[in-house]
């Protein structure tokens, strides 16, 4: 992920703290109007039962006049006096008409229905009396009867022969009104609510829809009613409920229930928050622009800056740096070329310092590692012009020479080894195994290593892309170096090959002494020895050169007395074509080679 650039840090803080108080304005503006519309719901609630209170009192008085009218009528009178069900039934017909109620019904003295009339089949005969008979009294002439679905609000009014103060009773007029779907949208626009009629706990009437009234059935199931305006949701609406009793100390109990929606109440609320986030994200994109356009006159000085770093990171001490005519920032940019220059002028002298110390190393190390085999040259050859001596004095003499050579000759080749790049690799598909046990019997022609155990463990056959002849020098120089140490103490090397995740994995372990502490550092490092008086220092440098050469890996595992390890990592197949060859040499090479 890339750095991100001053002025978008600067862009992004704007956003976040725009977008920040735009939410919380948000939220403080919605708290407040929805606490505003949930009083003013309640409030409006208050009203609308107080109208329907009063609604259903000019109600229950106009019902009441009609019964005392309708039981005062001659005609009525003199029907009942009759004392013949069927002549009263078919008499009151006419009456139950001229009543304009749903329900017209007439009792004798003895309670029974003898004149039953009703618009619809919501209630019997049959049933009707049922609900009188279950009251066991008619002293209370208002009452609510409920059956089949039905709830009607009836009347009774007693039917008098003569003065009422003969108080000789004909029977009971009752007339009643049907709480049906009708007169629940009317108390619904009266109240400007939704209404529903209970009869005990059973929905009688409601405006609400199928989906919402079945959820009121289970509120109902689940909640008493609330004696106080309360939250419900039905379905997926809110509303503020308020349940109005309307026939106290009676049972069943008849409930009017009056709900407001909360949810079309607070429709302006979602509206007004929709306006204010339009015009907060409005807000917000167009400071930010602006920020964005503005921020760019001073972070652009401090973005050329950085620039300048990353080029002196890079090693570019010459990239050009435009101060500004004034400021702060004019200030750092000169004072960061004043450093710039100063380093580099410090730099061109360790490096000059570097060069000449390195130098000094090399020939340090190549004159002490050639005066020997150059004096062992020149005293052999100084006998050999002696003229009296034998045959086989002079041929001791040659191959003392010649031992002498061969040691320059490989340290000339070491040197050069150090010198060729990757590209000179044979690379040939070779099983590993046969490479290693090749590197093995050239150790074992050594004969101060023939009491050395040299084994090899492999489960089965490792084939990988290699130059064969590298990589038996490699293998070689470390089975010497461990053959070296096993002489010490020990007197057992080991090889084992393994897969790892696809790659191969060699180890080569020794039970020596161990690795000195005082090298362990910089044991890959040129012409670093410890203990070894024709040793040259570069064997473990060309070996990790060359294993670097194929992309693979050789480092020091572990060191302990007994127990020392070797481990190079290289990879079965490796597309030479591609790689990047750059950076491979170890960085004792490095600074060798230059």
């Not at 939220?27 to 003013?40: E, F, K, M, N, P």
């Not at 049907?178 to 400007?192: C, F, G, H, I, L």
């Not at 790892?500 to 180890?507: E, F, H, R, T, Y």
């Not at 060191?559 to 990047?580: C, F, H, Q, W």
Request: proline content about 4%; some cysteine; aromatic content about 6%.
């Amino acid at each position: 992920m890339g750095r991100l650039r001053l002025r978008t840090k600067f862009l992004i803080a704007m956003l976040l703290t725009s977008a920040g108080l735009t939410a919380v304005s948000l939220l403080i503006v919605q708290h407040t109007v929805a606490s505003h519309v949930r009083g003013s719901l309640k409030s409006d609630l208050a009203d609308s039962v107080q109208t329907f209170r009063n609604l259903q009192r000019e109600r229950e008085a106009d019902l009441s006049r009609l019964a005392e009218l309708m039981a005062d009528l001659p005609s009525l009178k003199a029907l009942m006096t009759s004392h013949h069900a069927p002549t009263i039934q078919d008499g009151s017909r006419e009456m139950f008409h001229l009543s304009g109620g749903d329900l017209f019904a007439l009792l004798d003295s003895s309670n029974q229905f003898v004149g039953f009339h009703t618009k619809s089949l919501g209630i019997s005969r049959e049933q009707a009396q049922q609900l009188l008979n279950s009251r066991g009294s008619l002293d209370d002439p208002l009452q609510w009867w409920f059956a089949g679905g039905h709830l009607y609000e009836v009347v009774l009014a007693p039917i008098y022969f003569g003065p009422r103060s003969d108080n000789t009773l004909l029977g009971v007029v009752a007339v009643g009104y049907e709480m049906n779907a009708a007169v629940a949208r009317q108390v619904s626009q009266v109240a400007a609510s939704q209404v529903a009629i209970l009869s005990g706990d059973t929905v009688a009437v409601s405006t609400l829809n199928p989906g919402q009234t079945a959820e009121l059935k289970s509120q109902l199931a689940a909640r008493p009613l609330p004696a106080e305006a309360a939250n419900w949701k039905l379905g997926k609406e809110s509303f503020v409920v308020y349940a109005l009793n309307l026939n106290a100390d009676q049972s069943p109990p008849v409930t009017m229930i009056v709900m407001k929606s909360y949810d079309q109440a607070t429709a302006f609320l979602n509206h007004l928050r929709h306006l204010l986030l339009a015009v907060g994200l409005g807000a917000v994109l167009g400071g930010s622009l602006l920020v964005y356009l503005i921020a760019g006159t001073f972070t652009r000085p401090l973005e050329k800056l950085v620039e300048g770093v990353r080029a002196l990171g890079g090693g570019d001490f010459g990239y050009p740096l435009h101060a500004p005519a004034a400021g702060e920032v004019a200030e750092l940019t000169e004072a960061f070329t004043r450093m710039r220059d100063s380093l580099r002028q410090a730099q061109q002298q360790l490096l000059a310092a570097e060069r000449l110390a390195t130098i000094g190393r090399m020939a340090s190390s190549i004159s002490h590692d050639l005066r020997h085999p150059l004096t062992a040259v020149l005293a052999n050859a100084e006998f050999l012009a002696e003229a009296d001596l034998s045959s086989v004095q002079r041929e001791e003499l040659y191959l003392e020479i010649r031992v002498a050579v061969n040691r320059l000759t490989d340290l000339i080749d070491s040197l050069l080894e150090l010198s060729r790049p990757a590209e000179s690799l044979n690379v040939i598909e070779t099983p590993v195994e046969r490479t290693i046990s090749r590197a093995m019997e050239l150790v074992r022609a050594h004969r101060q290593f023939h009491r050395i155990a040299i084994a090899i463990e492999s489960p089965g056959v490792h084939s990988a892309l290699f130059d064969p002849r590298k990589m038996e020098r490699v293998f070689y120089n470390l089975l010497l170096n461990s053959c070296q140490a096993a002489q010490v103490c020990g007197g057992h090397v080991g090889v084992t090959v393994a897969d790892q995740n696809g790659d191969l994995k060699i180890q080569v372990s020794d039970d020596g002494p161990g690795v000195e502490s005082s090298i362990r550092d910089k044991l890959f490092q040129p012409f670093v020895s410890y203990g070894k008086e024709n040793g040259t220092g570069l064997g473990l440098t060309i070996a990790q050169k060359i294993v670097q050469d194929h992309h693979g890996s050789l480092a020091l595992k572990s060191s302990v007395p007994g127990r020392t390890v070797m481990e190079i990592v290289l990879p079965r197949y490796t597309n030479r074509k591609t790689a990047d060859m750059n950076g491979r040499l170890a960085d004792a090479s490095q600074s060798f080679t230059t």
